[in-house]
């Protein structure tokens, strides 16, 4: 079950409003991928961030009949209703094709739809309009490695580093894909320790302690 929350956007007065109406996304896909002998899960997540995270001034108003829209939407994405979801979405596209977060939700629904090539332009055209999109940077950036493009991935992911640094799933997708595709082991430790750092437990379910035993393996093997 795939469980989304990305950011919400809406007419308020304050920061503080706007805040409150803030979440981010979170969805977990699950890969299976090998090092050496060792049998790996790979898990490209996008990691809930915190308020502090959202950067505000990046918000774009609608009314508050969009934003009515917009919220039903993604409760109709969390229910699983995606054809519902995805005729609201494309109607605030149509009127607000400035506004990232609804590309990236059509994005969701076209990957659940087994449809990449749409979800590939959807994420696309979210970055377009905001190029920090970490959330759309860090799908790229699967697409790419699912495809074989492993410079593109490390780029993507590094692009939405910058936008959001303490993001544990970029540092967790960027270590993966150097330990396994890059073979740039220094980089994998570095950012599987970056990704410890931040983990949340309760999000973790325990792969933190997975992600442990790879960084003594790695460690072990680079000598």
């Known amino acids: 079950m795939i469980e989304i929350f990305n950011k919400l956007f809406g007419a308020l007065s304050s920061i503080n409003a ?5 979440s981010a996304a979170f969805l977990v896909v699950i890969m ?5 002998l060792a049998e790996k899960q790979q898990l490209d997540h996008d990691i809930a961030a915190s308020n502090e995270d959202l950067q505000t001034k990046k918000v774009k108003v ?10 039903k939407a993604l409760t109709y994405l969390d229910q699983g209703k995606l054809p519902e979801a995805n005729k609201l979405l494309t109607g605030i596209v149509e009127k607000h094709p400035d506004l990232a977060a609804p590309l990236y939700n059509l994005g969701l629904i076209s990957e659940e739809n087994n449809d990449q090539d749409s979800a590939e332009l959807y994420y696309s055209r979210a970055i377009d309009v905001n190029s920090e999109y970490y959330l759309a ?8 490695r699912s495809k074989g493009q492993f410079i593109e991935a490390s780029e993507y992911y590094s692009k939405g580093l910058k936008a959001a640094p303490d993001n544990p799933g970029l540092h967790y997708n960027l270590a993966v894909l150097n330990e396994i595709y890059l073979h740039d082991y220094t980089k994998a430790i570095e950012h599987y320790e970056r990704y410890l750092a931040l983990i949340d437990d309760s999000v973790s379910n325990g792969a933190d302690k997975n992600v442990s035993s790879w960084v003594k393996d790695l460690k072990r093997r680079s000598r």
């Open 18 to 22: 706007i805040l409150r109406i803030l």
């Open 32 to 36: 299976s991928a090998c090092s050496g």
């Open 62 to 71: 609608i009314d508050d009949v969009d934003l009515t829209e917009y919220q």
């Open 137 to 144: 940077l860090n799908k790229l950036g699967v697409i790419a």
